[in-house]
């Protein structure tokens, strides 16, 4: 199931990066610098309740 990260400021779309720890933590946009990112994937699909 493919997974990616969509900046909420600029709405650049990236894979998940591998990245070393920073001290400040968190991942930044590569585009803006921002920190915000909605989590993406393909085939999810909502069932309904029995």
């Known amino acids: 199931m493919p997974v990616w990260?969509?900046?909420d400021n600029?709405?650049?779309e990236q894979?998940?990066?591998d990245r070393d720890d920073a001290p400040s933590g968190g991942t930044r946009c590569p585009v803006c610098g921002e920190r915000p990112?909605?989590?993406r994937r393909e085939g999810l699909a909502?069932?309904?309740?029995?």
């Open 5 to 7: 990260l969509e900046c």
């Open 10 to 12: 600029c709405g650049d």
């Open 37 to 39: 990112f909605t989590v």
């Open 15 to 17: 894979t998940i990066p």
């Open 46 to 50: 909502w069932h309904p309740d029995p």
